[in-house]
């Protein structure tokens, strides 16, 4: 059963900051990787997918990486706003399950 | 992306009734999903809408109690029958158009149970 972990779980930093966000998963037989947003109250916001054959994807100041090998993802967000405080989930769909499974979420708190 | 509808967006109800959730997209997908986010958790699938049969329901949901309809490649509802407390969550739609394409989701409809 795939299951997936994000740590941290919360994260505070100053505006301008650059950080990184982490996500693992147990079963690395996955067709691709997506990182979304949720604002409170709000549904989820797609903001980059990664292929399975993929090492990484770009948008504006997002980075997300991809090592399938050893079950892991990192979203970096470069150059941190206030607007960007939220929470942050990682979701992967794994081949045997069609699925997407979510992990814990981040909840990132960017401070002026 | 598809532009998804979600209605109601939240509602208050009382114990023992049942409220239907309607999911509407602008445009035909071939996968709807819906997602159970209980307060200070993640998502949990529900169940995958299958158009034209009955829908797949992952472990601890069951038909009775989050019966599913999909009609068609562009709605689905999903009904919350004789509700208690521990429903209270936000319900959320999603679709899809391939394993190879992102998943998009709804607002969220936002049920509190008295």
């Known amino acids: 059963k795939q299951e997936v972990t994000q740590i941290p779980a919360a994260l505070s930093v100053p505006e301008g900051e650059n950080l990184v966000l982490n996500c693992s998963f147990t079963d690395s037989a996955i067709y691709n990787l997506q990182w979304f947003r949720q604002d409170p109250g709000k549904g989820l916001t797609s903001l980059l997918l990664i292929q399975s054959s993929q090492r990484e994807q770009t948008s504006g100041r997002l980075n997300a990486s991809l090592d399938k090998s050893s079950g892991r993802s990192t979203l970096y967000i470069a150059a941190s706003q206030p607007g960007d405080s939220a929470t942050y989930l990682c979701?992967?769909?794994?081949?045997?399950?069609?699925?997407?499974?979510f992990g814990t979420g981040t909840r990132l708190q960017v401070t002026l | 992306s598809a532009v998804i509808s979600q209605k109601p967006s939240r509602d208050i109800c009382q114990r023992g009734t049942s409220l239907t959730i309607q999911c509407q997209v602008d445009?035909?997908?071939?996968?709807m999903f819906w997602y159970r986010q209980q307060p200070g958790q993640s998502l949990t699938l529900i169940a995958t809408?299958?158009?034209?049969?009955?829908?797949?329901?992952e472990s601890g949901f069951v038909i009775d109690k989050f019966p599913i309809s999909r009609p068609n490649l562009t709605f689905s509802t999903l009904t919350v029958s004789n509700m208690s407390p521990e429903d209270s969550s936000i319900y959320l739609c999603s679709v899809g158009t391939g394993r190879h394409q992102p998943q998009h989701f709804g607002d969220g409809t936002r049920l509190s149970i008295l």
């Open positions: 445009s035909q997908v071939t996968m």
């Open positions: 809408a299958n158009q034209g049969s009955e829908a797949t329901y």
């Open positions: 979701a992967v769909w794994t081949g045997t399950a069609s699925k997407l499974t």
